[in-house]
């Protein structure tokens, strides 16, 4: 009898060992917070709440305003340890002007528990396991985002929700995709390329139609200034990815890669650029071979992450999409070699590459995300059997 080292069961155990220690990390962290946040100091939903209240204020172009956002947020606690500038389109500001009008514990409470409930639905869609959710609650990068209550929980809820309706519903996938893009925009843009290569015009249409209705009501609400602040702070945003060096150990981007390696801004920039000019072209090419939906969309979601330059540790929460999708065609259709050992790589990944980039200067993220990528595309082609016969894909 072969022995298992990993059964349901001790995985079921390992997901609820790690599940008790975020929950105590947690409650360590709540106990030490300003004294008008009511909430976590550290967290960037510090952010969020900043902006919706200024906008509330009938004030929303102060939202570009680093003094202005600053005081606001300065004023949550006594000792706040870190002030952000808002780099959000004001789309997004519309999006969550409600959220100013809770108190900021309420409101973060809100934020964290909608967005982690939307994304656990799409996953235990994608992959329909009792085990899912623990994974997905387990998952390093899941843990991160949510200690730093950032929202990548609602953009796996946008982006999976959108992409699981895709094939059948194209105009509310061009919905969902398109809030999902007005929200990071630097982490949607290939969602157009993969509809030009698959040719889903509905889907496309609508994506275009929500981002530009999204905008103009944006522009109806606060006014058409606040676009043209919005453009002007563009520069401040790539200007603090080209020279904040404190960030890039926590970026998990190719440029990042290249700067702690040492390589200067035009030799970081041409990478990058060759990165997503590459990866761009491989979406292009998945979508248009009317692949399987679950490759087409790790491929879109694993794509986005490597195109962007402008990606942190907690945008690695995402990363739950492709595994959710890649574990259950795995335990469905069977594995490909590499495929069984590759993904708990990518699962831990989170946990280590921003520790090896602070601690020795290396930023693996790039480099697993590519083999991911490739174990993706490899999955196009239809597998041979042991005489060399064709097996073709049993969703195909």
């Not at 108190?103 to 656990?120: D, K, M, R």
């Not at 992959?127 to 990548?152: E, H, V």
């Not at 946008?158 to 995709?177: E, K, Q, T």
């Not at 020279?243 to 970026?251: D, F, G, I, K, Q």
Request: some cysteine; proline content about 6%.
């Amino acid at each position: 009898m072969k022995f298992k080292l990993l059964t349901r069961e001790r995985l079921s155990l390992l997901c609820w060992g790690l599940i008790i220690t975020y929950i105590i990390l947690a409650a360590y962290q709540l106990g030490d917070f300003g004294p008008n946040t009511g909430g976590i100091k550290n967290s960037d939903y510090v952010l969020l709440w900043s902006a919706s209240n200024l906008a509330l204020e009938k004030n929303p172009g102060a939202v570009y305003s680093v003094p202005k956002l600053w005081k606001v947020q300065a004023a949550l606690g006594e000792d706040q340890p870190q002030l952000l500038p808002w780099l959000y389109p004001p789309s997004f500001l519309l999006l969550i002007l409600p959220l100013g009008l809770l108190p900021y514990l309420v409101s973060l409470t809100f934020w964290l528990g909608a967005t982690l409930w939307s994304a656990l639905a799409v996953l235990r869609r994608i992959a329909p396991d009792p085990l899912t959710r623990k994974l997905a609650l387990a998952f390093p990068g899941n843990a991160m985002n949510f200690f730093y209550s950032q929202g990548i929980f609602l953009l796996i809820g946008l982006m999976g929700g959108g992409l699981l309706a895709v094939d059948s519903y194209p105009l509310l996938a061009g919905l969902l995709l398109g809030v999902s893009i007005s929200y990071k925009p630097h982490l949607g843009f290939l969602v157009l390329a993969a509809f030009l290569g698959g040719r889903r015009w509905k889907a496309l249409g609508a994506v275009l139609a929500t981002v530009g209705s999204l905008a103009l009501l944006s522009a109806v609400v606060f006014g058409v200034d606040i676009w043209l602040i919005f453009w002007k702070t563009i520069p401040l945003a790539k200007k603090i990815v080209a020279t904040v060096s404190e960030l890039w150990p926590r970026m998990c981007t190719m440029f990042a890669a290249v700067r702690l390696l040492g390589g200067g801004l035009l030799t970081a920039w041409t990478m990058q650029g060759i990165v997503t000019g590459v990866v761009g072209v491989i979406v292009f090419w998945v979508w248009r071979q009317e692949a399987p939906l679950a490759i087409r969309a790790s491929t879109l979601v694993v794509g986005a992450l490597l195109a962007t330059t402008y990606a942190f540790e907690y945008d690695l929460s995402l990363l739950s999409l492709p595994l959710a999708w890649m574990a259950w065609e795995g335990y469905v259709n069977g594995w490909r070699s590499w495929e069984k050992y590759w993904l708990p790589v990518v699962w831990l990944t989170p946990s280590f590459t921003t520790l090896l980039a602070k601690r020795l200067g290396w930023q693996l993220e790039p480099l697993i995300l590519a083999v991911f990528l490739f174990l993706l595309v490899r999955r196009v082609q239809p597998e041979s059997d042991a005489e060399g016969r064709v097996v073709p894909h049993p969703l195909a």
